[in-house]
């Protein structure tokens, strides 16, 4: 398994500002994604965070809104750009520390957000 | 296109009353079936995946299966402390490793 601390664990914003989310691991992983879990949602693929090259998004996710860094194996951070209350979710880092036949994904404890 | 459908939404039980909960899949090229538990204000915690109809996979009284077309979580004589929220997701080859995740049973377990 991989130990996932993600940074900050809550926060309160106002609207037109921008926060970075950290996500370290423990372990050097292969992949790292970043969720996002709406109230009373379940959870919404952002992106694929890549390393050393610019992640790749989802259908309605673009990156000037939601930038993604991926330095190295074991660290990403998501940036969520000039705020609206409509961003006020859950966002969740997550890891594969292999791909192949059989993976396990694991999640870090999320950080939630609140734009006002 | 991929879908993931959890039942029941919500379910209540007493403790000791066993269940199951239901995740149905249409996708193309299963490449694994992930289960995870959720508590309130946390990251989903990982439970099982399983790759192939006729798996199944036990931890304590938690116990997944995968047909071709569906996945069960049972649970065996619950206890208040597995009330949480279960999702389930799919990943499949064109979306790479992410997972397409279902929108979660919610359980709660009452003394």
């Known amino acids: 398994s991989a130990v996932i601390s993600q940074k900050p664990s809550r926060d309160i914003c106002q609207r037109g500002t921008s926060l970075t989310i950290q996500c370290q691991v423990d372990?050097?992983?292969?992949?790292m994604f970043w969720y996002r879990q709406q109230p009373g949602q379940s959870l919404t693929l952002i992106a694929t965070a890549n390393q050393g090259s610019e992640a790749t998004y989802e259908s309605g996710f673009v990156i000037d809104k939601f930038p993604i860094s991926r330095p190295n194996l074991t660290f990403s951070t998501l940036t969520v750009s000039n705020m609206s209350p409509e961003d006020s979710s859950i966002y969740l880092c997550?890891?594969?520390?292999?791909?192949?036949?059989?993976?396990?994904?694991?999640f870090g404890q999320g950080t939630r957000l609140t734009v006002v | 296109e991929d879908q993931v459908t959890q039942s029941p939404e919500a379910l209540r039980l007493q403790e000791g009353e066993s269940s199951s909960l239901n995740c149905s899949y249409t996708?193309?090229?299963?490449?694994?079936l992930f289960w995870y538990r959720q508590d309130p204000g946390k990251g989903p915690e990982f439970l099982f995946t399983l790759y192939s109809a006729g798996e199944e996979k036990e931890k304590e009284r938690l116990k997944a299966t995968l047909t071709k077309k569906e996945s069960f979580l049972h649970i065996t004589a619950p206890k208040p402390e597995d009330s949480a929220t279960y999702l389930c997701a799919v990943q499949v080859p064109n979306s790479g490793y992410a997972l397409n995740f279902g929108k979660g049973t919610s359980l709660l377990v009452t003394p």
């Open positions: 996708v193309s090229g299963l490449r694994g």
């Open positions: 997550s890891v594969l520390p292999q791909t192949g036949v059989k993976t396990e994904a694991f």
């Open positions: 372990s050097q992983v292969t992949m």
